[in-house]
């Protein structure tokens, strides 16, 4: 694996101001920090990497650094044994320097303003993600609405990379700017797309932004068209921004992590408090008809039939995904406008406070869990994202392969019913090779079990 041995860059935009005590904590007092600030940094200068693995890109580069030096005008970074792909002719890419000053950034900010409360119910929490994306300047008020949110996943043949490219341009043609989970795949392709749109409409100020997280960043390191880049402290608080952020939803196909999201996105719209919905969109290639399908039943055994008036699927076309997306942002606009809510930040959504929490996905955690058909909807779909949050854990995140590698897989309780719906898609999942960048389905190692 080639490495650039050392070299400094100066952190871009505001991020010279750090203060004397914050590059102190960050260099001396505060290990468990400068390990996030590792971790993060190493992720993003690993950008197009081909492993997804984190703790396999944790042990190949073991001998990574990143150190803050103070000087009379700020600070520097001094990086050590980084990965040679984010440098060219000996100098760092600007689009990955501007990346890392986004998570420095996010992590200071994160550790000295939001973690130091106590307060931590739901209208704080929810006052943290705003405060958080304001710091990063995300939230932009007087804008007219005009972001969609689009999940999928990172590990998808090329045909649904370029049918989520196309979808992408659509929407750029139309002016529409992109939020994703900022890694590869199907989070890449529209972002890709929107900019051969917005240049063709000769759209300057495109956005293509980027959420992530500490947990999953090593494994979903972000594209090189991500332009803003913002790092919440854990993945409760990145779905949330998406939500609050987003005024229309798209979801390509992908594997265990997109439908963690997709029910963490349903279990708000099931919740009796919303009444106003959020457009979601399921668009794929005529050749993801059948994972559709499949995905759709799914849905209807765990949450009943009346599950699909919350969602539209569209096979194929993407100009019809784009003047959809066009057409509920308009609708979007005139509803917020009509009950004078704020453009940028969706406040009067209601967002149940088991959905605020972090789940921590241990072994006890993972097998209390409820999933019965007899629960409240929103309530199921909320247990049902927890349960795939584990496994996405345990299949990419370091906290997670640790714990199955010490204690064996994950044992999941429930329904029969509901666990064999569950079983049939995540062995569709593994022979579709939607588990791991790079593994066929002989070669998954389950990282769950389910007991019925």
């Known amino acids: ?68 030096k103070p000087e009379a005008r700020g600070v520097m970074l001094e990086i050590l044994n980084a990965p040679a792909q984010s440098f060219v002719d000996g100098k760092i890419i600007r689009g990955i320097q501007e990346h890392l000053s986004s998570v420095l950034r996010d992590i200071v900010y994160t550790d000295f303003k939001i973690l130091t409360e106590e307060a931590d119910d739901s209208v704080h929490i929810t006052d943290k993600v705003f405060r958080i994306l304001r710091n990063a300047e995300v939230v932009r008020p007087g804008v007219t609405p005009n972001l969609v949110v689009c999940w999928g996943g990172h590990s998808i043949p090329r045909k649904e990379y370029d049918y989520a490219k196309h979808v992408g341009y659509e929407l750029g043609l139309r002016g529409v700017d992109i939020i994703t989970g900022c890694g590869i795949g199907a989070m890449k392709g529209p972002m890709k797309g929107a900019a051969v749109g917005h240049a063709k409409q000769q759209l300057k100020d495109g956005r293509y932004i980027g959420i992530s997280e500490p947990g999953i960043i090593a494994s979903e390191s972000p594209n090189a068209i991500v332009n803003e880049l913002v790092i919440m402290p854990d993945i409760e608080k990145r779905l949330e921004a998406f939500v609050r952020l987003g005024h229309c939803f798209v979801v390509f196909p992908g594997g265990v992590g997109t439908v963690e999201e997709i029910m963490y996105l349903l279990s708000i719209l099931l919740h009796p408090d919303n009444k106003q919905g959020i457009p979601l969109i399921f668009a794929g290639p005529e050749s993801c008809r059948d994972y559709f399908d499949t995905l759709d039943t799914f849905l209807k055994q765990c949450l009943g039939d009346d599950i699909a008036e919350l969602y539209e699927i569209i096979i194929g076309s993407p100009e019809k995904v784009g003047a959809k997306v066009k057409q509920a942002i308009e609708s979007v606009h005139e509803d917020r406008h009509a009950s004078q809510d704020a453009y940028y930040f969706n406040w009067q959504l209601n967002i149940d406070p088991s959905l605020q929490m972090p789940f921590i996905p241990t072994h006890a955690n993972m097998a209390s869990l409820r999933l019965y058909p007899d629960m409240p909807e929103h309530e199921l779909a909320s247990n049902l994202r927890s349960a795939f949050s584990g496994i996405v854990a345990g299949n990419v995140k370091a906290f997670g392969i640790r714990e199955v590698a010490k204690h064996g897989p994950y044992l999941i309780n429930g329904d029969p019913e509901l666990l064999r719906a569950i079983d049939d898609l995540l062995r569709k999942f593994v022979h579709e090779k939607r588990m791991k960048l790079g593994q066929d389905e002989h070669a998954y190692k389950p990282c769950y079990k389910l007991l019925d």
Do not use: G
């Open 1 to 68: 694996m080639n490495k650039v041995a050392h070299t400094t860059i100066r952190p871009v935009r505001s991020l010279n101001l750090l203060s004397q005590e914050e590059i102190f904590k960050l260099s001396n007092t505060r290990a468990d920090l400068h390990k996030l600030f590792r971790d993060c940094a190493l992720a993003i200068l690993n950008t197009d990497s081909e492993i997804d693995d984190a703790e396999e890109i944790f042990k190949t580069f073991a001998d990574f650094d990143i150190r803050l």
